[in-house]
C-alpha cells in the first residue's frame, strides 16, 4: 500500500519556524508530483506549495517568500520549510502526492498524508 507519512507539526509562535517533511512508501513505480496543502477550520483544503519532477515549484501567493518547499528523491521525501509564521498559518497541513504506481493499473493517482496540525500561536 502506498502511503504518504507527515511530520514535523506542532505549536510555535508567531514569527517562529517549523519544517515539515512528508515521506511516501510503497511501491511507487514515479513521483510526478508532491506537494503541500492546507485546511484551516471552516476553510476549503488550499494548496500551499508544489514542486513537480522538473523540480518547478509554486506557491500560493500568501505564503510566498516566507514558506519553501524542497525534495529528496532519493528519500521519496518533501519538505516544507515554514518561516515567519503567522496565525493564519494555522491548519492542518496535508502532504499530496501523483505517483504511478503499478499495484493500481500503473494509473497515475493522487494521494494524501494523514494531515499535521500546526498551530501558530501567542
Known amino acids: 500500500q502506498v502511503q504518504l507519512v507527515e511530520s514535523g507539526g506542532g505549536s510555535v509562535q508567531p514569527g517562529g519556524s517549523l519544517r515539515l517533511s512528508c515521506a511516501a512508501s510503497g511501491s511507487i513505480f514515479r513521483i510526478n508530483a508532491m506537494g503541500w496543502y492546507r485546511e484551516a477550520p471552516g476553510k476549503q483544503r488550499e494548496l500551499v506549495a508544489g514542486?513537480?519532477?522538473?523540480?518547478?515549484?509554486n506557491y500560493a501567493d500568501s505564503v510566498k517568500g516566507r514558506f519553501t518547499i524542497s525534495r529528496d528523491n532519493a528519500k521519496n521525501t518533501v519538505y516544507l520549510e515554514m518561516k515567519s509564521l503567522k496565525p493564519e498559518d494555522t491548519a492542518v497541513y496535508y502532504c499530496?502526492?501523483?505517483?504511478?504506481?503499478?499495484?493500481?493499473?500503473?494509473?497515475?493517482?493522487?494521494?494524501w498524508g494523514q494531515g499535521t496540525q500546526v498551530t501558530v500561536s501567542s
Open positions: 499530496n502526492g501523483d505517483f504511478i504506481v503499478p499495484a493500481a493499473g500503473w494509473s497515475a493517482r493522487t494521494y
Open positions: 514542486i513537480r519532477s522538473s523540480g518547478s515549484t
